[in-house]
């Protein structure tokens, strides 16, 4: 099987990004995994502490990696969003294939020092883990908010950027370059649009020449996104979108079975939802027709 890393510089190669799902239960597993597959292409799933603590560390590794080994087919897992070395070691153990390592709430010169320490101990225990780490301000929580947070001032430097990864060793960089974590109401009715600093993603890039992850992207403007790509991006990070897809779908399941009482019976809508949802983000991610 081919690692993540080879998946990736491949992807940087064709002009295409590999979608990134967050994965809560197994129905968004399942939904992501049978979209990628049926559009050939490469995806990784990613649990943040709160879905990790849900589900399992061990238990989601080992379903992500049997999926791979079945089925023989390029999926990977990522930790979402992990604040602390504790539970980053958990994941490496698990056999996660990547780390977002987020001290980005902390000062610079603190991130730093604490996610070069990471990086160190992290390839101690699996030499080929990608650490991804954050600097820069996208706001928290992929739901639904009332008010978008003013993320102005958290933009990321293609300066300070580079000085990041020269002295974390980091893998691959989450930036703020105009994304945020959540969706407002308008932008689930899609009466708005997140735009993107499209000429910051290629200064950063140009001064680091690093992998680079969009986070919070439920929600872009589509052309912002293709363009995003262009300009470097390689892992596109969708996550409140299919919430809001899983939501639906089981509600439409409950409310077209009210008798129903068998999981295998209801469950479908949810997983057809998120589906649509996720096919439609790979196929733009991958460039699909
Ligand atoms: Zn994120």
């Given at each position: 099987m081919r690692s993540l890393r080879s998946v990736l510089e491949e992807a940087q190669k064709k002009g295409v990004a590999v979608g990134h799902f967050n994965i809560g239960d197994f129905v968004l597993l399942k939904a992501v995994f049978e979209s990628a597959r049926e559009l050939e292409v490469p995806v990784i799933v990613g649990a943040s502490e709160g879905e990790r603590k849900f589900l399992g560390v061990r238990q989601i590794g080992a379903m992500v990696q049997s999926l791979r080994e079945e089925f023989n087919f390029p999926i990977f897992l990522n930790a979402d969003h992990t604040h602390s070395l504790a539970s980053a070691i958990d994941a490496a153990k698990a056999?996660?294939?990547?780390?977002?390592?987020?001290?980005?709430?902390?000062?610079f010169e603190e991130n730093v020092r604490q996610t070069r320490a990471a990086v160190e101990e992290l390839k101690s225990i699996n030499p080929d883990i990608l650490i991804e780490g954050e600097i820069g301000d996208i706001g928290t929580g992929s739901e639904i908010h009332d008010v978008a947070p003013d993320l102005s001032k958290g933009l990321t430097s293609p300066q300070e950027a580079k000085q990041y990864i020269d002295s974390t060793g980091v893998d691959v960089l989450a930036p703020a370059v105009g994304n945020m974590h959540g969706m407002l109401q308008s932008m689930v009715q899609g009466t708005t649009k997140k735009r993107l600093d499209l000429a910051r993603i290629s200064q950063i890039k140009s001064a680091t020449n690093v992998l680079l992850t969009l986070h919070g992207?439920?929600?872009?403007d589509d052309e912002d996104l293709r363009s995003a790509i262009d300009a470097g991006i390689n892992i596109v990070h969708i996550n409140t979108e299919l919430r809001v897809a899983w939501r639906r779908g089981l509600e439409e399941g409950l409310a077209k079975h009210p008798q129903e009482v068998v999981p295998y019976k209801i469950l479908p809508a949810a997983i057809e939802a998120v589906k649509q949802v996720a096919t439609s983000r790979l196929k733009l991610f991958n460039k699909v027709k």
């Open positions: 056999g996660f294939d990547a780390i977002v390592f987020d001290l980005s709430a902390l000062p992207a439920s929600g872009t």
